[in-house]
Nanobody, 124 residues
Framework: QVQLVESGGGLVQAGGSLRLSCAASGRTFSSYAMGWFRQAPGKEREFVAGISNWSGGITGYADSVKGRFTISRDNAKNTVHLQMNSLKPEDTAVYFC????????????????WGQGTQVTVSS
């Protein structure tokens, strides 16, 4: 099990950028596939991006963020990042990072460990 702490959220104008970070504790981080999810008020938690374990050579994105968001990992620093460019008001949500053994999934209940979330607000 790993503990996850997100940071980097905030208020940004439409078209702007933010970089979210998720710091993990524990010695097994590199063996974890990692995902970013988001949840807007009144909506279900949805998949945003995922990255495979170890080298992170496999990534996946929701169609709504493809081409705008980039997920990456730094195993030496036990950190996963989500670079968000060309932000839109509809990207406003609480963003969560999550981890699991094996390949990354696109459904939230496939993940074992979760951070507390960080708020991202995009103004129009």
């Amino acid at each position: 099990q790993v503990q996850l702490v997100e940071s980097g959220g905030g208020l940004v104008q439409a078209g702007g950028s933010l970089r979210l970070s998720c710091a993990a504790s524990g010695r097994t981080f590199s063996s974890y596939a990692m995902g970013w999810f988001r949840q807007a008020p009144g909506k279900e938690r949805e998949f945003v991006a995922g990255i495979s374990n170890w080298s992170g050579g496999i990534t996946g994105y929701a169609d709504s963020v493809k081409g705008r968001f980039t997920i990456s990992r730094d195993n030496a620093k036990n950190t996963v990042h989500l670079q968000m460019n060309s932000l839109k008001p509809e990207d406003t949500a609480v963003y969560f990072c999550a981890g699991r053994y094996g390949s990354f999934g696109r459904v939230y209940h496939e993940y074992d460990d979760w951070g507390q979330g960080t708020q991202v607000t995009v103004s129009s």
